[in-house]
């Protein structure tokens, strides 16, 4: 009886370490992550990027009709719209005004333009963006002089594709300049010439830079 008595208390006694033990488990702390000395801390992905505002101006190649090839100064602002990846629609607008006196003959000058396409620019470095573009352009403008050979107007019109390259500097996010050079020019051109008109198609290698201040958003 004795030994029945001494071997069921071993049993409980025994029974309640263990049961002990499970009631702590849950409590246990868990288990150590060692995070190595030297890795990389994690860097938040940076803000989506919608709407690309651009205001600069550039030089345009004009005549060669039937009037010497002359640079036109333009002023340009447009808007990038961000689509997808590296690719932006490109919109943009531009135009030019001048009021010359040469040797008593005064003469005006006019333009406007625009243009529609898409730009692939992609990151080199944190600060410097490359790609290329191509778009569709139209141009007008119109000049008229008066002086000693008498009034004389003339027009000329241009419609057609470009293809060029461009370089973004972005020290900040939201602010940037581009560089931009038309490299490639195809298209038709028309131009009266006082009541003479002419018409033209062709592929023309014509490199027209220009820079604008661009604002992210």
Known sequence: MTIRI?????????????????????????????????????????????????????????????????????????????MFGPAWLVLRANGNYADDELNGQSTKTYGVGGRIGVRLEAPLFDWLEAGGYGALQGQYSKQSSSGLTGPLDSQTGWFGGVIGASAHLRPTRFFGVRLGLDVLRAGHAWSTYGEESYESTSVAFEPSPSVELTFTF
């Open 6 to 82: 001494a071997a069921t208390a071993a049993f409980f006694s025994v029974f309640g370490i263990v049961t002990e033990g499970l009631a702590e488990e849950p409590g246990a702390p868990a288990p150590r992550i060692d995070v190595p000395a030297d890795a990389a801390p994690m860097t938040p992905p940076p803000p989506p990027e919608y709407v690309r505002v651009g205001l600069g101006m550039g030089l345009m190649f004009a005549g060669g009709l039937n009037a010497p090839v002359s640079v036109v100064p333009l002023a340009v602002a447009g808007v990038d719209v961000h």
